[in-house]
């Protein structure tokens, strides 16, 4: 089974940079992509966006398009999520986990107990 270890979540003034880091490791194979979720205070998780581990389709939620970059170094198995002009409303524990699949539609996450433990992004003045 693969595990993932999120990294780079931190306090960040609005208008502010992050990029988070998503480290795969144990069986790094027989998924389709790697995708981020976030999860604020008292909400369910919602996606963000999602990479396929070879292939170039990705998908972005609508409300981070223009200011998220997801990539991917395959010889690394790492996933990075570019965080730009951050908001209030992007805080949150951020989530990468192992996906199905990738449509139009959004990203296909494998249930949560595949997914890595969190880091925490704090978007306040």
């Known amino acids: 089974q693969v595990q993932f270890v999120e990294s780079g979540g931190e306090l960040v003034q609005p208008g502010g940079s992050l990029r988070l880091s998503c480290v795969a490791s144990g069986v790094t194979s027989g998924y389709y992509g790697v995708g981020w979720a976030r999860q604020a205070p008292g909400k369910e998780p919602e996606e963000v966006s999602c990479i396929p581990i070879s292939g170039n389709y990705i998908y972005y939620h609508d409300s981070v398009k223009g200011r998220f970059t997801i990539s991917r170094d395959n010889a690394k198995n790492t996933v990075y999520l570019q965080m730009n002009s951050l908001q209030p409303g992007d805080t949150g524990v951020y989530y990468c986990?192992?996906?199905?699949?990738?449509?139009?539609?959004?990203?296909?996450?494998?249930?949560?107990?595949?997914w890595g433990k969190g880091t925490l992004v704090n978007v306040s003045a």
């Open positions: 986990a192992p996906l199905t699949a990738i449509t139009k539609s959004g990203c296909g996450y494998y249930p949560k107990a595949y």
